[in-house]
């Protein structure tokens, strides 16, 4: 932990957010393990709810004093990419922990303050929640999101068959975004017991622990010996979405949002062979805030129960070390 300059103003359309809730992810473990070289220390985290202190003089649907989410990565919401459903593709956006594209830093989540530089577009009001809300809606900002890519990119609906791979943070939402439209059977793989029982709790009607070949044949033989509708990879390495693909049943899909890591590779001959396809990538869970958060808010889904350690922002290496040994399964970060 270091102390850092306050955050200021600097174009007009910007806010400084006081962060109510932080968290780390499992992508921050990717750097912490060295597997992303970090060249020099940087300011890290991108997932916080906080209350707005101050708004640019241009800021017109944000308040000072709002409750807001933030996604996990800065977007106007106005440029093409936005409007057509991909605001992680925002033409004028970018990423806590760097400089905006006016040149001015933009903070990492996990500390006091951070500027966001399209306060209208990358933030989510919401009314005086209670605070008991507080983790659940922390989750909009990155893993529910994302999960629920997964999911709506390997074509999850009424009746489908699923499989998740990765029982982590975004697997488990994974399996409740599954849930949540309409699937019919869910399969969750997970070696950990802990993790089991809390995906049972969010809609999976099956474990597997096993992995590899053991692993695609007693998926297998849950679905007629064939595989899954739909299979969510969330772990990002090559053998996640080889077990994943291998998953999936002829003509299949798989949705993909585990930053890739450890060279993950796409096998163009077997899915050709399979008509397995593979959609998916980095979550624009901005775009989808509005229609999760009505969910959240009636306690229809409680993702934040994905949190089971809790520590203040000061014990935050005491946080990357419980997930990266795999004591928890996400840590809340409180300032």
Request: glycine content about 12%; hydrophobic content about 40%; charged content about 25%.
């Amino acid at each position: 932990m270091d102390e850092v300059p306050d955050p200021r103003l600097a174009t007009g359309r910007d806010a400084i957010v006081r962060v109510v809730a932080a968290c780390v992810c499992g992508s921050d473990l990717w750097p912490y393990r060295g597997v992303t070289k970090t060249i020099e220390p940087k300011r890290i985290g991108h997932e916080f709810v906080g209350v707005v202190e101050r708004v640019g003089d241009d800021v017109q649907r944000i308040r000072v004093g709002d409750f807001v989410i933030a996604p996990f990565y800065d977007c106007d919401r106005t440029c093409a990419n936005c409007r057509n459903g991909f605001s992680t593709s925002c033409l004028h956006g970018g990423w806590w922990g760097d400089d905006d594209r006016d040149g001015a830093f933009a903070d990492g989540g996990q500390g006091e303050r951070v500027r966001v530089p399209h306060a209208d577009g990358s933030l989510t009001p919401v009314p005086d929640p209670a605070p008991e809300l507080i983790p659940h809606l922390l989750t909009l900002s990155d893993v529910m999101g994302t999960g629920h890519h997964a999911a709506v990119s390997a074509g999850v609906g009424p009746g489908k068959t699923v499989v998740v791979v990765g029982d982590g943070a975004v697997g488990l939402c994974a399996v409740l975004a599954s849930r949540r439209l309409g699937a019919e059977r869910i399969v969750a793989m997970s070696r950990h017991e802990a993790r089991q029982a809390l995906a049972r709790e969010f809609g999976a009607t099956d474990v597997v622990a096993e992995r590899g070949d053991e692993g695609v044949q007693a998926v297998r033989a849950r679905f007629d010996g064939s595989g899954a509708d739909c299979v969510l990879e969330c772990v990002g390495t090559k053998e996640s979405m080889d077990q994943a693909l291998r998953s999936a049943r002829p003509g299949g899909q798989v949705g993909y949002v585990g930053v890739p890591n450890g060279d993950p590779e796409l096998p163009v001959r077997r899915m050709f062979s399979t008509n397995v396809g593979v959609r998916g990538g980095v979550a624009p869970v901005r775009n989808y805030i509005d229609e999760l958060l009505p969910d959240v808010l009636s306690g229809a889904i409680q993702p934040g129960r994905v949190f089971d350690l809790e520590l203040p922002l000061a014990e935050a290496a005491e946080g990357y070390a419980a997930m990266d040994e795999r004591r928890a399964i996400k840590v809340l970060l409180r300032p």
